[in-house]
């Protein structure tokens, strides 16, 4: 158990760095024609689309993908987002924190480890979840009922 959860944290990492790899290519490549707030909004949805397919095709391969999947991965990561964000404004506008390297500790340092925390948790409870396993069930006289769990 311990040597699947091992690939299971890998496997998302692996998946987040190529996603935060693409977000940032994508972001550079676009920064200078249509400006920071849509080429962040579109290398957003680049960035998510790269975690799906890696996680969808390789960590959780196992389990069911599919539009249902893809909005709830969607939804996660929006409320991943949402956490680093809510970091920064905590920071910056709350607790009065506004140098470059202190929004980068609250937006990047502590929104991004927070986020990840939440983001694996949504994908391994929510998105892609454990297939339903039967289970055996002591049933009266010698009998057996099996039940589905998961």
Do not use: I
């Amino acid at each position: 158990m311990a040597g699947g959860r091992h690939r299971e944290l890998l496997g998302f990492a692996v998946s987040g760095a190529a996603a935060y790899a693409a977000d940032l290519a994508v972001f550079l490549a676009l920064h200078g024609t249509l400006g920071p707030v849509a080429a962040k909004a579109v290398s957003f949805l680049a960035g998510c689309t790269v975690a799906y397919l890696g996680n969808a095709l390789g960590t959780y391969r196992r389990r069911t993908v599919g539009a249902r999947e893809y909005a709830a991965f969607f939804a996660v990561n929006l409320a991943g987002a949402a956490v680093q964000l809510l970091c920064l404004t905590v920071s910056h506008y709350g607790l009065g924190l506004t140098s470059a390297r202190a929004d980068t500790v609250s937006g990047l340092g502590v929104g991004m480890a927070l986020a990840t925390c939440l983001r694996f948790w949504g994908n391994r409870t929510l998105v892609f979840r454990a297939p339903s396993v039967p289970a055996t069930v002591p049933a009266t006289e010698g009998e057996t009922r099996t039940t589905w769990t998961g």
